[in-house]
């Protein structure tokens, strides 16, 4: 089964040769893929997956093949993976490349032209690990892409499109699963058997499908046309690309269900591991990476926490393959150093991957759920998904109702004010039988309900300080409330009334300043309020930027403005100073990671820790209270250094560490 890990240069071209073709083998009855207008949508019963993967008794010796142009054409190499024993599998004038290791490591499918007395083409050949014993698998004349079953005894495979099956052994004729006219690409196998996930192409681009193993039950996952890559994580999830209409800034890494939902940022360089980890012999934790931007040419290097950080990549790593030629497509045994062990319950069971000193087998004590969908919102639900991970429990999904069926141990509640106090009867309702709610910044009046947030009152206070630190808390000041609900701007009013009676507040008025929806409204506020000495705004912050920058003339008269922490935000104020050095921003960020800090407080919650009352904080004093960013002039460009800017727009994030959340609240 591939293991891909994370690819940092995707655009691999195998150099095509002109092919001529010849007789196709095919079963009689091979289903036929519909046209992609009558594709099956997923039903609650094709939904449910039944993982029925087991440990392997030995751990496997990690070795790693790949494809390299080192002897002049494409051959198949193995080497171990601190790239020591390289060795030659293939030796063939003609193009051998794409290999992938059966389940158990003792033997490789790869992609070969050599002569075979047939026609030209590209055929699948299996061979023994050491590249003994090589036969010819396929027949079709353009093959590509194999991926074995994890149970070894079937690969999958594209030819001119479509998708086939075979046995491994090669004992009965291949069977083709699809019939379009688009290409149906990169087949791959799911952990339990049952399934195959591919890419379906056409004009404009590829989504990621799913069928069953026959060729039936066919379902779209993706829907934007912009999915690169597909394959199946040990507990039957897809690993893909931003994949959906109107989520396209979520991730380019993503871990989803096979119906598109839950979908969780799978992250970069050495995050990776969480969902491909390979444990190798002596104990060490890695996953695979091809890229060509550290040495101008394909190398494929493993990396992990473990290793030295010899390249300065902020992760250890070796260079596997090291030489000048392209060594690219880099695989390893799907149970290598021991393998995934995953329980019977499809979805929600327990994944994990064993050490190769002993077979793991216990099941976590607890779940945590996580409530609440907002696409805007996505750092907060990976961050949720990133703490379950690191503490070995598992992750669940939905409302809170169908939370407490699958009787969670906790659940984060991620929702607007509303809608949280819309579902106060069922927060009830958890907490009165013993689970306990951790809201995400909405502060909530419930026994065993929790709220995990940023002081609103403090972030407002920074914010107005820094606003007004220049004109000594005095002069004219606007502010703006574009969402009324965050009851922002009675807070505003009351701390101005109690702190700054010298500020002279000139409007608030959103509707004739709408500078949110037309950019040329910041102008008129401009020109109206010549004197204004600062302005604050929850929304409209680019507009307000190039308002002030572009029409006042006197640097000396920039009123300061309350910026956004978003990426485009960052950069369009840190390129304003360059040409603008007067002109002034602050920043006040609610970190996504309240999400990390409310699954480690749960967990430390349950398993008997001792909450520190006097930690506590909030209007009804049950709030856990987090740190925030404050992002102004002199630190703008340090924070662009060290921030790591997703595919979406919210960006600034502060995650306690799990000693500092045991320390700061509890006894």
Same mark, same amino acid.
């Given at each position: 089964?591939?293991?891909?890990?994370?690819?940092?240069?995707?655009?691999?071209?195998?150099?095509?040769?002109?092919?001529?073709?010849?007789?196709?083998?095919?079963?009689?009855?091979?289903?036929?893929?519909?046209?992609?207008?009558?594709?099956?949508?997923?039903?609650?019963?094709?939904?449910?997956?039944?993982?029925?993967?087991?440990?392997?008794?030995?751990?496997?010796?990690?070795?790693?093949?790949?494809?390299?142009?080192?002897?002049?054409?494409?051959?198949?190499?193995?080497?171990?993976?601190?790239?020591?024993?390289?060795?030659?599998?293939?030796?063939?004038?003609?193009?051998?490349?794409?290999?992938?290791?059966?389940?158990?490591?003792?033997?490789?499918?790869?992609?070969?032209?050599?002569?075979?007395?047939?026609?030209?083409?590209?055929? &699948? @050949? #299996?061979?023994?690990? +050491? %590249? /003994?014993?090589?036969?010819?698998?396929?027949? =079709?004349? $353009?093959?590509?892409?194999?991926?074995?079953?994890?149970?070894?005894?079937?690969?999958?495979?594209?030819?001119?499109?479509? &998708? @086939? #099956?075979?046995?491994? +052994? %090669? /004992?009965?004729?291949?069977?083709?699963?699809? =019939?379009? $006219?688009?290409?149906?690409?990169?087949?791959?196998?799911?952990?339990?058997?049952?399934?195959?996930?591919?890419?379906?192409?056409?004009?404009?681009?590829?989504?990621?499908?799913?069928?069953?193993?026959?060729?039936?039950?066919?379902?779209?996952?993706?829907?934007?046309?912009?999915?690169?890559?597909?394959?199946?994580?040990?507990?039957?999830?897809?690993?893909?690309?931003?994949?959906?209409?109107?989520?396209?800034?979520?991730?380019?890494?993503?871990?989803?269900?096979?119906?598109?939902?839950?979908?969780?940022?799978?992250?970069?360089?050495?995050?990776?591991?969480?969902?491909?980890?390979?444990?190798?012999?002596?104990?060490?934790?890695?996953?695979?990476?091809?890229?060509?931007?550290?040495?101008?040419?394909?190398?494929?290097?493993?990396?992990?926490?473990?290793?030295?950080?010899?390249?300065?990549?902020?992760?250890?790593?070796?260079?596997?393959?090291?030489?000048?030629?392209?060594?690219?497509?880099?695989?390893?045994?799907?149970?290598?150093?021991?393998?995934?062990?995953?329980?019977?319950?499809?979805?929600?069971?327990?994944?994990?991957?064993?050490?190769?000193?002993?077979?793991?087998?216990?099941?976590?004590?607890?779940?945590?759920?996580?409530?609440?969908?907002?696409?805007?919102?996505?750092?907060?639900?990976?961050?949720?998904?990133?703490?379950?991970?690191?503490?070995?429990?598992?992750?669940?999904?939905?409302?809170?109702?169908?939370?407490?069926?699958?009787?969670?141990?906790?659940?984060?509640?991620?929702?607007?004010?509303?809608?949280?106090?819309?579902?106060?009867?069922?927060?009830?309702?958890?907490?009165?039988?013993?689970?306990?709610?951790?809201?995400?910044?909405?502060?909530?009046?419930?026994?065993?309900?929790?709220?995990?947030?940023?002081?609103?009152?403090?972030?407002?206070?920074?914010?107005?300080?820094?606003?007004?630190?220049?004109?000594?808390?005095?002069?004219?000041?606007?502010?703006?409330?574009?969402?009324?609900?965050?009851?922002?701007?009675?807070?505003?009013?009351?701390?101005?009334?109690?702190?700054?009676?010298?500020?002279?507040?000139?409007?608030?008025?959103?509707?004739?300043?709408?500078?949110?929806?037309?950019?040329?409204?910041?102008?008129?506020?401009?020109?109206?309020?010549?004197?204004?000495?600062?302005?604050?705004?929850?929304?409209?912050?680019?507009?307000?930027?190039?308002?002030?920058?572009?029409?006042?003339?006197?640097?000396?008269?920039?009123?300061?403005?309350?910026?956004?922490?978003?990426?485009?935000?960052?950069?369009?104020?840190?390129?304003?100073?360059?040409?603008?050095?007067?002109?002034?921003?602050?920043?006040?960020?609610?970190?996504?990671?309240?999400?990390?800090?409310?699954?480690?407080?749960?967990?430390?919650?349950?398993?008997?820790?001792?909450?520190?009352?006097?930690?506590?904080?909030?209007?009804?004093?049950?709030?856990?209270?987090?740190?925030?960013?404050?992002?102004?002039?002199?630190?703008?460009?340090?924070?662009?250094?060290?921030?790591?800017?997703?595919?979406?727009?919210?960006?600034?994030?502060?995650?306690?560490?799990?000693?500092?959340?045991?320390?700061?609240?509890?006894?």
């Amino acid at each position: 089964m591939k293991k891909n890990g994370l690819f940092v240069n995707c655009a691999l071209v195998i150099c095509s040769l002109i092919l001529t073709s010849c007789s196709t083998t095919v079963a009689t009855e091979s289903p036929v893929m519909p046209e992609i207008e009558t594709v099956v949508t997923e039903t609650e019963e094709t939904a449910t997956l039944t993982p029925t993967i087991t440990p392997t008794p030995e751990p496997i010796p990690c070795m790693i093949a790949f494809e390299t142009d080192r002897d002049g054409n494409w051959e198949v190499y193995r080497t171990k993976y601190d790239g020591s024993g390289a060795v030659n599998l293939t030796n063939n004038p003609g193009m051998d490349f794409n290999p992938t290791f059966s389940p158990d490591g003792n033997q490789i499918a790869f992609v070969s032209t050599r002569e075979n007395g047939d026609e030209p083409g590209k055929f &699948i @050949y #299996v061979m023994n690990s +050491d %590249g /003994s014993n090589v036969r010819q698998l396929t027949h =079709e004349d $353009d093959c590509e892409s194999p991926d074995w079953s994890h149970d070894g005894k079937m690969i999958t495979y594209s030819d001119k499109g479509d &998708i @086939y #099956v075979i046995k491994a +052994d %090669g /004992s009965e004729d291949s069977i083709r699963l699809t =019939e379009s $006219d688009n290409d149906d690409t990169t087949p791959s196998w799911s952990p339990d058997g049952t399934k195959i996930a591919w890419l379906f192409g056409n004009q404009w681009g590829q989504n990621a499908y799913v069928m069953d193993a026959d060729g039936s039950n066919i379902i779209q996952v993706g829907n934007n046309n912009r999915s690169f890559h597909v394959e199946w994580t040990p507990d039957g999830r897809l690993f893909t690309s931003w994949s959906w209409d109107g989520q396209e800034e979520i991730c380019q890494n993503c871990i989803v269900n096979i119906d598109g939902t839950n979908i969780i940022n799978a992250g970069g360089k050495g995050e990776i591991v969480n969902y491909f980890a390979i444990w190798t012999t002596t104990g060490k934790r890695i996953e695979l990476m091809e890229t060509n931007l550290l040495s101008g040419n394909d190398d494929i290097f493993v990396i992990g926490g473990d290793l030295p950080d010899t390249l300065d990549m902020g992760i250890g790593s070796i260079n596997v393959s090291n030489h000048p030629a392209n060594d690219r497509s880099p695989d390893a045994p799907v149970n290598c150093g021991g393998g995934w062990v995953v329980d019977t319950e499809a979805l929600g069971g327990n994944v994990h991957q064993t050490e190769p000193s002993a077979q793991l087998t216990e099941t976590p004590i607890l779940s945590i759920g996580y409530a609440g969908n907002d696409p805007d919102q996505w750092q907060r639900k990976a961050n949720f998904q990133k703490a379950c991970e690191e503490l070995g429990i598992q992750c669940e999904y939905g409302g809170i109702s169908e939370l407490v069926t699958k009787k969670v141990s906790a659940v984060v509640l991620n929702s607007s004010p509303e809608d949280i106090k819309n579902d106060g009867s069922v927060i009830s309702e958890a907490t009165a039988i013993g689970i306990p709610v951790f809201v995400l910044d909405t502060e909530i009046d419930i026994d065993g309900a929790y709220t995990i947030m940023a002081d609103q009152g403090d972030m407002l206070r920074v914010t107005l300080d820094e606003l007004f630190r220049e004109s000594g808390g005095a002069g004219e000041f606007a502010y703006f409330d574009f969402s009324p609900s965050q009851m922002d701007a009675k807070n505003i009013k009351a701390i101005l009334e109690k702190e700054y009676p010298k500020i002279k507040v000139v409007t608030t008025d959103t509707e004739q300043y709408n500078f949110k929806e037309d950019e040329n409204i910041f102008n008129d506020l401009i020109m109206d309020y010549p004197a204004l000495n600062a302005v604050w705004t929850n929304d409209g912050y680019t507009n307000a930027i190039f308002g002030i920058v572009n029409n006042i003339s006197d640097p000396n008269k920039y009123p300061m403005l309350k910026c956004g922490a978003f990426k485009d935000g960052f950069y369009i104020w840190k390129d304003r100073l360059v040409d603008y050095p007067d002109f002034e921003c602050i920043s006040i960020s609610n970190p996504p990671g309240i999400a990390y800090d409310a699954v480690y407080t749960a967990f430390f919650m349950i398993n008997g820790e001792t909450i520190d009352g006097s930690s506590l904080g909030g209007e009804f004093g049950n709030a856990f209270l987090v740190d925030f960013p404050v992002i102004t002039n002199d630190n703008i460009l340090e924070e662009l250094e060290k921030i790591q800017f997703e595919k979406g727009d919210h960006v600034v994030d502060m995650l306690m560490t799990p000693d500092e959340i045991k320390e700061k609240w509890f006894k």
